[in-house]
């Protein structure tokens, strides 16, 4: 058989037979440009194009070499000493220098710093406003209904 065939039909029966799989085990949503069964059916019925075409345009970018696999494996960026040194550490809000954390207590501190009778002075402001705008209310209903 392998006489038959030669290395060349051996490797193009190897990836027929490895593009037809990886084909199959993908997931659907991640394959590129056309539907999974339209994939399936080009390879299968053109082989040496349906290959190169799957791997090229269909297969997901970062694909392993494990048929549908999804990724290539871990990053090895944290080994190399340039690319760390290069990125910045990671930031949070806490981090800047006119950062200053707001809680509930010290809201209610803030809150307490105010005197009981300037409280009670507002209090009655508001209260006044009321009563003001509910008589002009009812003033123009009065009007209204005339």
């Known amino acids: ?12 029966f190897v ?33 040496v ?18 048929p549908g696999s999804t990724h290539t494996g871990p990053s090895r960026s944290w080994m190399d000493p340039s690319v760390r040194e290069r990125r910045p550490p990671p930031r949070g809000i806490e981090d800047r220098d006119d950062w200053e954390p707001t809680t509930t207590a010290s ?3 803030d809150e307490g710093s105010e005197s009981a009778a300037a409280r009670e002075r507002r209090l009655l402001e508001w209260e006044a406003e009321l009563k003001r705008r509910e008589a002009a209310m009812g003033d123009d209903a009065d009007d209204d209904t005339a």
């Open 15 to 47: 990836a027929y037979v490895y593009a037809v799989i990886d084909v199959i085990s993908t997931d659907e949503i991640i394959i590129r440009n056309l539907p999974k069964l339209t994939w399936l059916f080009i390879v299968l019925l053109f082989p």
């Open 107 to 109: 809201k209610a501190a």
């Open 1 to 12: 058989m392998i006489r038959i065939l030669g290395p060349g039909g051996l490797l193009l």
């Open 49 to 66: 194009v349906g290959i190169v075409a799957w791997f090229a345009l269909g297969r997901p970018i970062g694909a392993g070499l494990v």
